[in-house]
């Protein structure tokens, strides 16, 4: 069976945090050397990457606040469930392929995919994870 190579639900979970920590982290730094530099060049030419990266980098604060039990419940509930992060994972690998300015900007929308792949598999395949906090 599939699901049992990829471990228990608390594995899954756990590397899924992991991952989405790892990615975001990776995105933001990225993206705070590209953004300056993208204010400057593509102001007037090409404001969708630039509005692309600025919506990228919150994205990225609030699923890396989540991740680390920042107190976002009240705001932003959506994110606390397993369906929904994963959803708004795909919408930023999305942003990533929607700037795609150079090439780690590709593999920062394949590492999104991922994360979010895996949090509606989870999803879908564990109904107990729907519960878990």
Do not use: H
Not at 28 to 46: C, H, Y
Not at 62 to 88: C, D, K, S
Not at 95 to 104: A, D
Request: proline residues 4%; aromatic residues 16%; charged residues 15%.
């Amino acid at each position: 069976e599939i699901g049992a190579a990829f471990g228990s639900l608390r594995e899954i979970a756990s590397s899924l945090r992991w991952m989405t920590i790892g990615t975001t982290v990776t995105a933001i730094f990225w993206e705070g050397f590209a953004f300056p530099v993208r204010i400057l060049s593509s102001t007037l030419t090409d404001p969708a990457k630039l509005v692309l990266g600025a919506y990228l980098g919150v994205f990225c604060l609030l699923i890396l606040g989540v991740e680390l039990n920042a107190p976002l419940r009240e705001n932003f509930g959506f994110l606390y469930n397993p369906l929904t992060r994963g959803m708004v994972l795909l919408l930023m690998c999305t942003m990533c392929l929607g700037i795609l300015k150079s090439w780690w900007e590709s593999l920062l929308g394949v590492a999104f995919v991922i994360c979010g792949l895996g949090y509606v598999y989870t999803y879908i395949k564990y109904p107990e994870y729907r519960r878990w906090q």
